[in-house]
């Protein structure tokens, strides 16, 4: 009991040393800004309410229903992510064969198609089982057909999701392994370990928390996806929410579904932050030994090069080449459709969204650093949810604020650029903040130190010493968040202004019409336009910069 | 003799473990001191210069740097405005920038462009003024942290294990050229490190710091010759430790918390053989010897005495043979 | 002299098809008034203007299905309009009875069959489909989709809750596969032979005879327009509608494009284009359409089909039709 006492005393001490003289102008403004990035999931939280009768009837009817479809998904595309990724990853980087280094790169590319295009460039792949399921009912009687077809819907959906997001497991897998160079390899090697049981027994343990990163990320995409989803029919967290919200028109529950799915996603953050700080993997980026590759050739290469091309032909080949097919079929479109303003709007969002955040990142990251302050690095962690929160979820809680904004001050910020905008940064901040923040802190922690006793002010810091050297991170933070808002579709969906249309919506409005065909330009364009960073992106890493 | 630098009970723990960096520490430097802390790893030095300089708040007690309270019961002076610098372990030499804009990076540096320049040809940096850190050796890193701090022209330098990271032939050179520049300029200076001979060969004054509590304040030789712990002679370099009954004309002693017993500490050079000429006054052991290690110029023995054992060094031309039994005499301090 | 202010018309659709575009491009060359979109779906876009109250800059909310307009109304986004032309070229079954929103379109939620396995002479009601004889062999998009629970809601009124939820409960069990797509792909579905029978609305039988895509022509061959419920209240219809905003700055405008959409010159654009029934069924003017033949169509007053919406999504999800 005086333990307790004693140690509240302490913290209350530690927080009033904290409060009083960290204070500036640095850190109160990051905590401003903070508190509105999270305004609008804070504002989701809140408005939970009252339990309702409507409720009770989703908790009885479909509740258990979102939860285990949301989960067998996520297991089944996450099994496929890791498939691709991780064979792939370790024949990339483990052996040596024609075409591999084209492989090394080309691996990525699936990145640049968001799910819901993937899953227009399949529509009818479910269509190719009917001659099979029709004679799974002439053979074996109608449930078993109905059990094939339930199991099929599933697989497929994985398969593709799996598809394009293997990536996020391939690019992590393959930077353990290639970080760890020859030591462990070379060990395993002396102790007599053919090749596949030192990847079992030694490489794959030590990637597991970079595999669990990218793993991760599979899972939040997946549970966010709505455009796939609602195509093949299978009743997510997130389609749940949809359905509550405009089927029912009953937005309280909606919310609580969404808050639901923001623990859920939550808690896979944190059971992956356990497995990964649970061991020192070495973090340190030393310079790794290149290892003697095994050249392959014959019946292995033609393995190798199976893993390879497999991924890379469901997850890119196929997709693009369907949609260039169709970019031919509707060419005539093209004018209709009004093509470059699209890319106008979307590259408009996409480069101030990742600019904002950009420079929303270094102000928040310096001062939380820089000052050494906790309290801006909690604020900051609650400003970097929205990455786990639905696109759709965000739209909500801005459409909330926007009421209260209306009422108080009478103005317009409803389906202003403003507000979309505002949405985007709090949507990505944290693509940004989160190499942003780790570069400072491999880079500038101790500089900073130096700095500070040489008297100089924390501008003169910032712009002569951390900037400069985290000016590759930078860019490279602006890449991804720029990918991500190039792709992104429900959020803009619900916020966009009048007559304002992007490559998503229009793709995603026109696969509703069901002119799926059509659709294949403006998400032509989407992939174009995410390819070439994603390409650099990827050369610059594999430099290692 | 203004004293630049007060520390009053300085405590710092860390929440992560509750252990405790720094315990009601004080001492003080003198304007033109140097100062030395000494300390096993882990005994808070570190932590003690972090906090002089700024970069940390303690939990308690104050800091009075040039008669200003830096820090105190609410109060906190940046470390930009405190006008005391830290010269880095592993120097933090910005990487971006030319050895030339590392040097004046400092807010005062530009007003001392005169004395920048004695520095750099003090230190012999000035042919390598527009390289980067990358690209010159550790020495010479040292050498530009060193002018960096000193460019600033602070009250008070403070220094993170300034020899650490330089091989011993090196260390030999750069102490001596350290100690000459700091003396020069009269800076009063605190030089943290977990080698005492750095300690022996630079400093004024030494703390010696043990888990974060003060154990001794004293010069260097004191230390040496007359620590008044266990602790503090360990760090001092080899010792026997012997319970002051069988040396009761010793004018020094202090009490081993481990035993309760009084002891001194013997350095090894202190046990003497004597080659046949009788010192009479010196008391006498007849020891054992146990174990001869021959390290070139001197010898270290070890011996035992009615169950003590005790280690000895002494000149290499003695002829002693394992098993043998002698004489051997303590030179009392 | 019209001012920047009263050339203007905010206008939030959930509509997006092509007849629309054209309509918009006529609108504005005959009257001058520029139309400005914003498309959405109608929940989101009735959420919007919830959201902005008074403040919202929207002066006309065009959507699909009567369930919708209804909850605009509910919501309190719409208000009342005036307007004898209106009046007149609306039958009242399809408007608001405090002429809050009026319908622009009809289409029917039909049954298409396989011709070759499926005599026609079998099909008669909606109801019927619960029947044993059908296990296995229907095809239908999933309870999400609002032209399903208008449907939902139109059985719940004519045979009341208990009864509706057994039929959807039956009717679930008799499908082939679990609801998966659109209207069209329950078509597609009979044509491959996975279904043998499908319930869908009568415009997208039109565009995949229209497709560009020659298997939906295929397809079209391969079923037969059944129009249910005959001898009885008639077949179930939904329609599209618009509504002036209560907050609409513009309310003349507003008015004056659904008065234009109304006329016969609009209505026929709708059914030519969009194979949409005009709202005087008779009007017709569609070959594919008059193809089928002319139809009973339920008399319900549509603004039950808003009302029952919430029961009707519930009883889905009773009866496990996703």
Known sequence: ?545 | MSTILTVSNISKAYKKNNIHALSKLSFECVKGEIVSVVGSSGSGKSTLLKLIAGLEIPDSGQIILNDNVVNGESIFVQPENRNCDLVFQDFSLFPNMTINDNIYFGKNAPDNKSMIGELISLTHISDILSRYPHQISGGQQQRVALVRALANKPSLLLMDEPLSHLDSALKESVRGELISILKTLEITVLIVTHDAEDALTMSDKTVVLNQGTLEQFDTPKNVYKYPNSEYAANLFGMTNIIPLKLLPDSNYFFNQSSTGQDVISVRPHQIILDHGKKSTSLPEFICQVKNIYDNGRRCKIELEYKGLLLVAEIENDNLLNIGETKSFYIRLN | MPTSLQAQLNIYSHRHYDSDKILFKNFTDKTGIEINVVKGSADQLIQRLISEGENSPADLLLTVDAGRLHRAKSAGVLQPIRSKTLYKNIPTSLRDPDNQWFALTVRARVIVYSKERVNPNDLSTYEDLASSKWKGRIAVRSSSNIYNQSLMASLIDANGKRKALEWAKAVRKNMARAPRGSDRDQARAVAAGIADVAIMNTYYIGKLASSSDSKDHKVVEKVGVFFPNQKGRGTHINISGAGVTKSSKNKENAIKFIEYLSSSEAQDVFGSVNYEYPVKIENNKSDLLNSWGPFKSDKLNLSILGKRNGDAVKLFDKAGWE
């Open chain 1, 1 to 545: 009991m005086e333990l307790l006492a004693l140690k509240s005393k302490l913290f209350r001490k530690y927080l009033y040393k904290e409060i009083l003289f960290k204070l500036n102008r640095w850190t109160i403004s990051s905590l401003f800004i903070g508190f509105l990035i999270f305004l609008p999931i804070g504002l989701v939280i809140l408005h939970i309410g009252s339990f309702t009768a409507n409720w009770r009837h989703i908790t009885d009817t479909v509740l258990i229903t979102y939860s285990i479809n949301s989960i067998v998904l996520v297991l089944a595309t996450v099994l496929f992510s890791c498939v691709f990724g991780i064979s792939s990853a370790w024949v990339v980087t483990n052996y040596k064969f024609p075409g591999h280094k084209i492989f090394r790169w080309a691996l990525v590319l699936p990145l640049a198609i968001p799910t819901y295009i993937a899953a227009y460039a399949y529509f009818d792949i479910l269509d190719l089982f009917n001659p099979f399921l029709i004679w799974l009912r002439s053979s074996f009687g109608l449930n078993t057909m109905q059990l094939a077809n339930d199991m099929l819907v599933y697989l497929m959906t994985a398969l593709i999701m799996g598809s394009v997001l293997y990536p996020y497991v391939y690019l992590l897998a393959r930077a353990s392994f290639e970080s760890q160079g020859g030591h462990f390899i070379n060990v395993g090697r002396s102790l007599g370990h053919s090749g596949k049981s030192i990847f079992w027994k030694v490489v794959l343990p030590l990637s597991r928390p970079a595999i669990v990163a990218g793993i991760s990320l599979v899972a939040m995409e997946t549970l966010s996806d709505y455009g796939a989803v609602k195509h093949f029919g299978i009743q997510t967290f997130t389609y749940g929410i949809f359905r509550t919200w405009l089927g029912m028109g009953d937005l309280t529950s909606a919310l609580r579904l969404a808050v639901i799915l923001l623990g859920f996603t939550l808690s896979i953050l944190y059971l992956e932050k356990k497995i990964r700080s649970g061991a020192r993997y070495g973090d340190k980026s030393t310079k790794s030994l290149s290892y003697k590759r095994n050249y392959l050739k014959g019946k292995k290469y033609i393995f190798a090069l199976t893993v390879c091309i497999l991924p890379f032909t469901f997850g890119f080949i196929i997709p693009v080449s369907r949609m260039l097919y169709w970019a031919w079929l509707s060419k005539n479109y093209l004018i209709e459709l009004n093509i470059f303003q699209l890319t106008f709007n979307t590259l408009t969002i996409a480069l101030l969204a990742s600019i904002s955040t950009v420079v929303l990142s270094i102000l928040l990251g310096f001062s939380s650093k820089y000052f050494k302050s906790s309290i801006v690095q909690s604020s900051n962690r609650f400003a970097s949810l929205g990455y786990s929160t639905p696109g759709a979820v965000i739209a909500m809680g801005a459409l909330i604020l926007v009421g209260y904004v209306s009422s108080a001050f009478n103005i317009i910020i409803s389906g202003t650029m403003l507000l979309l905008i505002f949405a985007y940064i709090v949507r990505f901040l944290a693509v940004a903040y989160q190499p942003i923040i780790s570069g400072f802190e491999k880079n500038c922690d101790e500089l900073n130190d130096a700095s500070k006793t040489l008297g100089v002010s924390p501008v003169y810091s910032l712009v002569k010493i951390n900037l400069p050297l985290i000016k590759n991170t930078l860019i490279a933070a602006g890449l991804l968040v720029f990918i991500d808002a190039t792709k992104e579709l429900p959020l803009t969906l619900i916020l966009r202004p009048f007559n304002y249309e992007t490559l998503a919506t229009a793709t995603f409005d026109l696969s509703n019409q069901a002119q799926i065909i059509e659709s294949s330009i403006p998400s032509l364009f989407i992939i174009f336009l995410t390819v070439i960073p994603i390409i650099y992106l990827n050369r610059r890493i594999g430099e290692g910069r």
